[in-house]
């Protein structure tokens, strides 16, 4: 009779401990960023981390030390680790990294320390820690699941607890929940899963202490989807500052002309907003904005008699800082179309026609996703995006874009991507005006402006869309951050291993290294094709979780043989390979559904089946879900190969992995 009630136990256990993996993680990715001001560049170093001590636990999970009651206490050492470094005001090594770490937030006598190596180093040693418990918690119930023969029920349940994290952090994104929400979810429900008094002292402890940290780190005003948000007045009626994780991200300030102005820097901002309009020879009707913030480059536009304005902005709590706040008021103009998506997506999607395209200062603080080394605004400055804005001119249209830079590279590029864009060499305006010093005019309204020098160099496009990188390669700075976490995963394997790898999975190994590229390159590329929007990623995300688990039941309850799955899975990653996403872009959008389906969920569908009937047959269940993760832990790292090769061949390299996994396959067999 208590056969049934254990093993419900077990099962309930299992979700929870996967809900609490999941949920944390994402947590730790979106605070983490907002303390430790340089990670925003950076998440996959917490998604990394993550695997690690995940993978790390799993290895021990057949050790006599019992690791439960650390979990609350290692992450209560991590939260307060971030919020040490929170009040030093680290410096990037090179202005070439572009990492905008502007501690607006801290005080004037605050500590500066020259290199961001170290706090990212900390910081993925304090995060794989927290996460060791729990790998060793969740290996345990998977090896009682296998024990009882039924490994891909365990396996199912784990999967089901990470979508329900997955939609339950998605939630609290959409809600605009704050930090102390976040921590306090997955440390409440460790305790429905702690079996000793230990566990609960402890879990109580550490409960008030990261509650405790995260409010007294908390100096956010509202937490939107991407960002902690504050908003600071200046006095004067001179607008307000938008501070984003604590750096100056916006100034919404006064620019109508026959507004009263004093400062020097005011009047000057304003000027360079202006200019454009002044390059024009006949005023334009249709205004789009992209990347319209608070709203600045909408009043202006407004000012200069358009008569209609397509506003596009990601981020809603920034559109309502706009609408309320903003001292021209340009969102309360009949006048103008706010639309809250991602500029690219509705370049993409729109049938417009416009007289002049502004491409306001798009420049992001943060990263596309956990799962990928790609900026917010990265896919806005490519050869594809030009083009596309050069569709939607109308006849005698123009271009102008606003970009702060002081690197030649990168202002050669736009140079190069306006004027294969449009035809022409665009003209460049060069002066300090504040919140940006170059302005870019291209297209027939501004072909009458003497065109700047634009020579053949290297363009950012939709497969390799780092423009802030100086050429195809990984910087030193990126090798050497990969190269440090990989020394640190290699000893704490070596640890965890008791100093030999007789008990290394090659195919769970490489199943994991494939998949993580797969689902990286997948989750970077429907953002492109869909909008790189917090629902997005969530819905692609909780896709893929999805898709596993309906691959998993399947090969339970109805298995496909070893050949079809995997002769399947290289179809599918070769037909990925060989077809280019912007296919995807031209598609109507029911058309564009379906294809992205395939796109995405046939590779992912298969890589999973071959997974599962792996897994089914693995004697250690515990053993080979830690060589998985740390197979991931791989290719979290080898992701940063994207930089050299782009994305679409990373697929290449998943399909070599899948491959590498199969051969190890045979010989064990």
Not at 106 to 134: K, Q
Not at 318 to 334: A, C, F, L, W
Not at 561 to 587: D, E, F, Q, R
Request: charged residues 15%; glycine residues 8%.
């Amino acid at each position: 009779m208590t056969e049934v009630p254990a093993r419900r136990r077990t099962a309930l256990e299992l979700v929870a401990l996967s809900f609490i993996v999941l949920f944390t993680e994402l947590a730790l990715i979106r605070w983490l960023g907002a303390q430790v001001r340089v990670l925003a560049y950076f998440p996959n170093v917490v998604l990394v981390a993550a695997f690690l001590g995940l993978g790390i636990g799993s290895l021990l999970a057949r050790r006599n030390v019992r690791l439960a009651a650390w979990w609350a206490p290692l992450l209560l050492g991590a939260t307060a680790a971030a919020a040490m470094l929170s009040r030093i005001a680290f410096t990037s090594e090179s202005p070439t990294e572009h990492l905008w770490l502007l501690y607006y937030d801290l005080p004037a006598d605050a500590p500066v320390v020259h290199g961001v190596a170290a706090p990212i180093l900390i910081t993925f040693l304090v995060t794989a820690a927290s996460f060791v418990p729990l790998g060793q918690l969740v290996a345990e119930r998977l090896r009682m699941y296998r024990d009882a023969g039924r490994a891909l029920t365990g396996y199912a349940l784990d999967l089901a607890g990470s979508l329900l994290g997955t939609i339950a952090f998605a939630i609290t994104s959409f809600i605009g929940a704050r930090p102390v929400i976040w921590f306090a979810v997955p440390l409440a429900l460790s305790f429905a899963v702690a079996r000793s008094r230990r566990a609960w002292v402890a879990g109580g402890i550490a409960l008030c202490g990261v509650i405790g940290i995260a409010d007294w780190c908390d100096r956010a005003d509202v937490y939107s989807p991407y960002y902690a948000l504050n908003r600071v007045d200046l006095s004067g009626n001179l607008g307000f500052l938008i501070l984003a994780n604590g750096s100056q991200h916006q100034y919404a300030a006064p620019l109508r002309r026959d507004d009263v102005l004093t400062r020097a820097g005011s009047i000057t901002l304003r000027n360079g907003y202006h200019l454009p309009y002044r390059a024009l020879r006949t005023p334009p009707r249709r205004v789009l904005v992209l990347g319209a913030g608070s709203g600045n480059d909408v009043a202006v536009a407004i000012d200069e008699g358009a008569e209609h304005v397509d506003a596009v902005e990601i981020d809603p709590l920034i559109i309502e800082m706009g609408r309320e706040h903003h001292p021209d008021r340009p969102y309360g103009s009949t006048r103008v179309r706010v639309i809250n998506t991602d500029a690219r997506s509705f370049l993409n999607n729109t049938n417009g026609v416009y007289d002049l395209i502004v491409f306001g200062t798009l420049d992001s603080m943060t990263r596309l996703s956990a799962l990928s080394n790609v900026r917010l605004d990265n896919f806005m400055y490519t050869r594809e995006c030009f083009e596309a804005a050069r569709r939607h001119l109308a006849p005698g249209g123009g271009i102008a874009l606003y970009f702060g830079t002081a690197v030649d590279y990168i202002d050669a590029r736009l140079r190069a991507l306006l004027a294969q864009a449009t035809g022409r060499p665009p003209a460049v305006i060069a002066g300090n005006f504040g919140s940006f010093n170059r302005l870019y005019l291209a297209g027939p309204a501004f072909a009458h402006l003497p065109p700047a020098p634009a020579n053949p160099v290297l363009q950012p496009g939709d497969d390799w869309p780092y423009l802030y990188l100086r050429s195809r390669a990984i910087t030193p700075f990126y090798a050497g951050i990969a190269l440090s976490i990989a020394g640190v995963a290699i000893l704490a394997l070596f640890a965890a291993s008791r100093g030999t790898f007789r008990s290394f999975n090659a195919p769970l190994f490489f199943f994991g290294l494939a998949f993580l590229l797969l689902e990286t390159k997948a989750v970077t590329e429907m953002n492109l094709v869909w909008g790189a929007t917090w629902l997005t990623s969530a819905i692609v995300f909780g896709s893929i979780l999805t898709m596993i688990l309906v691959a998993t039941l399947l090969t339970q309850f109805r298995p496909m043989s070893w050949k079809v799955s995997a002769a399947g899975l290289v179809i599918a990653l070769v037909v990925n390979y060989l077809t280019p996403v912007h296919m995807l872009l031209a598609a109507g959008v029911g058309l564009r559904l379906i294809l992205s389906a395939f796109f995405v969920g046939l590779p992912i569908f298969f890589a999973s089946t071959c997974f599962a009937l792996q897994f089914r047959d693995e004697e250690a269940a515990d053993v080979a879900f830690g060589w998985n993760i740390l197979g991931a832990v791989a290719g979290g790292l080898m992701e940063l190969f994207s930089m050299l090769t782009g994305l679409r061949l990373l697929a290449v390299i998943a399909l070599m992995s899948y491959l590498a996994a199969f051969a190890t396959r045979r010989r064990a067999c």
